[in-house]
């Protein structure tokens, strides 16, 4: 069993639609849990972090987290074609040092 | 100041040879991660670095690889008798606060390395 696992898609949206972005992980003592966003060719970019159970929303942006199920998601509305790129979730483990990221969600939004 | 840097941006290299790789984190960020990327995965990590000492180097592969940051702040990952295996991206990440566990790491733009 991976540590972080993503389905690797690519998922395909039309432009205006909810994109919802599944990730669980395998480490039930993780604390923090992280969405970046790399488009091809580019470095990743954090775009949100939650560390608590529940949702967290950053503008069309919304993260949620449920230990229990050790699990996190990310929630995109009103998607955009240049939302178009892959999303890595990241989890820091009980080390507190290493992150680990996921192989990624590959994600396209169609005008 | 600017971002993370890395240098260079591309190192194409010879089966065996000897490479070095850079990274310039952000100014005042004691925190600094090494990280390789394949192809179609995410990051995997290698190294984290607090200050001058690696505080966790569990992720290097074997013992062909080591980082150094004798300063605390500039870094570079040393990479003996190249392998094929060995070409991805590496990434260079610097955070602050260091070892936070709320925390944003800011990625340098990677070397891509290449061994023919």
């Known amino acids: 069993q991976k540590e972080v696992e993503q389905n690797s898609g690519p998922l395909s949206v039309p432009e205006g639609a909810i994109a919802s972005l599944n990730c669980t992980y395998s480490d039930r003592g993780s604390q923090s849990f992280f969405w970046y966003r790399q488009y091809s060719g580019k470095s990743p970019e954090l775009i949100m972090s939650?560390?608590?159970?529940g949702d967290k929303e950053d503008g069309r942006f919304t993260a949620q987290l449920n230990k229990a199920s050790q699990y996190v998601s990310l929630l995109i509305r009103d998607s955009q074609p240049s939302d178009s790129a892959t999303y890595l979730c990241?989890?820091?483990?009980?080390?507190?040092?290493?992150?680990?990221f996921g192989a990624g969600t590959r994600l396209f939004v169609k005008a | 100041g600017a971002g993370v840097s890395q240098t260079p941006s591309n190192k194409v290299t010879e089966k065996g040879k000897y490479v070095e790789l850079r990274c310039d984190p952000i100014s005042g960020h004691t925190a600094l991660y090494w990280y390789r990327q394949s192809l179609g995965q995410g990051p995997e990590f290698l190294i984290y670095?607090?200050?001058?000492?690696?505080?966790?180097d569990s992720g290097l592969p074997n013992d062909r690889f080591f980082a150094v940051r004798p300063e605390g702040s500039v870094s570079t990952l040393k990479i003996q008798r190249t392998e094929r295996g060995d070409s991805a991206v590496y990434l260079c990440?610097?955070?602050?606060?260091?070892?936070?566990?709320?925390?944003?790491?800011?990625f340098g733009p990677g070397t891509r390395l290449l061994v023919l």
């Open positions: 990440a610097s955070n602050a606060p260091a070892g936070s566990l709320q925390e944003t790491q800011y």
């Open positions: 939650i560390y608590s159970n």
């Open positions: 990241a989890v820091k483990g009980t080390g507190g040092f290493k992150t680990i």
């Open positions: 670095f607090q200050g001058t000492g690696a505080a966790d």
